[in-house]
């Protein structure tokens, strides 16, 4: 349950079988309220756990899962959302049965309760999986029997096979410390595991084959080491993620996507490509479509899953898709990827966890391979993103002959720099600290950037505001006249993202006009910068680079340890900020 609290946490509970007694403990807040309340030393050999990220009612105790029938005798956690819990509901009470929460929840142990009166506990189990509409991942126990049962659709979850017994879980992290065989529990199937053996079925009822397969992820990634933060150490883990990255695609001079799973000709003669992403994944979309329609010739269209998945785009069996997610379990790109399956056209899934829906519901992918991303705020996992974006737009490039070797070569030997750039600018923290100390005070934050570093501006208002709470919008600097000016006094701080390359005198004359404004500016600055940073209230280096293209890949970092120490200076809960859950498997 610990290992599953940053996919939600503003309550959690539990229940647990000991002979055909079931008891339930649950809170409002987090697991180690739970743990006051609890036990110690309490033997159990089945149980269910919850960690909540509210969906329908108020984070409270009564909320809170595991949910009941009438009798107490079933107990149910579920993730995801059922959307005809309603007319499910009159239906029940109609039939006298009685709720307790808010939840769309509670409408599931009472549905088995009901059905449980004419046929045995499974067929309950799985009549009334058919009757729910939405999405769930769901677990339930009952005192009559010494079993587990579940099943899924459209949230995820799977299965550890221990020595010791099963487990199930939405996340695979949160086993590894159990165990490495998995079994990936597919969509549309439920099932009953009892001391000693699993069986998976069908909604219909009929038996499927599932068998465990090794993970790779290790135990040593998901803990946080000698880090006051997971975040902090994710925003270390970088230098390794590029490195790990450029040997893994590039060999001498190729760059060599194995899963991609795309025709060379398809590829060569692809006219455009769509992207679609939320959230932190969506700006490295962004960023990577800058670079692609610059060095591919190519048309790049992107939107943010939850609203490209109800556009009417023209999309069809030519185009390209690129979905991405670090989790590859977000509803909304799910969505947007099975709307563009619809209509034939192409998915890459660009993905950090093997097995996640995305992977498995794509054509061909490119892994990303941060390794596990814990803290809520995405930092490794998008400079994973934005990096095998680079290369694949490189890789495009070279296959459509729109660049010559020459700058082929020259990009490539600027990404293997990547890592040690990175290393220089984590040196650099503790200055990045003292800046963030400044700054704290301020209310109000704009992000600043152009072109390729317009969607870097975005992203480090995402983080800011995510882990600090302070209100912070990023916008194209070229932008601002047009209306956000109206907001600067001597009360407003600007960070100004501001590397070198085509861009750069008209942001130093956007800084000019925010300082004749007096707010405070700080400057994010190549180290040989003079122009910028004599402008500027406070300045942060990053390394120069020869193709100022790639600098999205080093001002992340930056802007990542300002918003982390800004959040530490506020006593904010960095790895679990408020409201947000780490996989957001809900529409
Ligand atoms: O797992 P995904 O990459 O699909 O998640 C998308 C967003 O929910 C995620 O990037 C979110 O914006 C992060 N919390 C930002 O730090």
Known sequence: MCGLEYRGYDSCGFAIKDNSKIGLKKTKGKINLLKTTTRPGAYFTLGIA??????????????AHPHHDCKKKIFVVHNGIIENYRELKAYLKKKHHRFCSDTDTEVIPHLIEEFSKRHSFFEAFLKTVNMLKGSFAISAITSSEDALF?????????????????????????????????????????????????????????????????????????????YAHFMLKEIYEQPHVCARLYSFYVHNTRIEFKDLNMDIKFLKSLKRIFIFACGTAYHAGFVAKYFLEKICDIEVEIDVSSEARYRRFKLGPDDLVLAISQSGETADTIAALREAKKRKAKIVGVCNVLGSTITTESDGLIYTLAGPEIGVASTKAYTAQVFSLLLFSLHLAYLRKSISTAFFKQCLSELRSVSKHHKTILKNAASIKKIAKRFSRFGCFLFLGRGINYPSALEGA??????????????????????????????RAVVCIAPRGELYSKIVSNIQEIKARKAKVLAIVEEK???????????????????????????????????????????????????????????
């Open 50 to 63: 919850h960690t909540r990220w509210a969906t329908h009612g108020v984070p409270s105790f009564i909320n």
């Open 529 to 587: 910068d003079r122009e910028a940073q004599s402008l500027a209230d406070a300045a942060i280096h990053i390394p120069s680079t020869k193709y100022s293209q790639i600098s999205p890949l080093l001002v992340a970092l930056p802007l990542q340890l300002f918003a982390y120490f800004v959040a530490k200076n506020l006593g904010c809960e960095i790895d679990q900020p408020r409201n947000l859950a780490k996989s957001v498997t809900v529409e």
């Open 150 to 226: 579940f099943a899924r659709k459209d949230s995820p979850l799977i299965m550890g096979v221990a020595k010791e017994g099963f487990i199930l879980a939405s996340d695979i992290p949160a086993i590894t410390p159990f165990t490495k065989n998995i079994v990936h529990i597919k969509d549309g199937w439920v099932g009953r595991i009892s001391r000693d053996k699993f069986e998976m079925f069908n909604f219909k009822g009929k038996k499927v084959r599932a068998a465990a397969e090794k993970t790779d992820i290790s135990l040593g990634a998901a803990t946080k080491q000698h």
């Open 462 to 491: 995402l983080k800011l505001k995510e882990i600090s709470y302070i209100p912070a919008e990023g916008y194209p600097a070229g932008e601002m006249k047009h209306g956000p000016i109206a907001l600067i006094d001597e009360y």
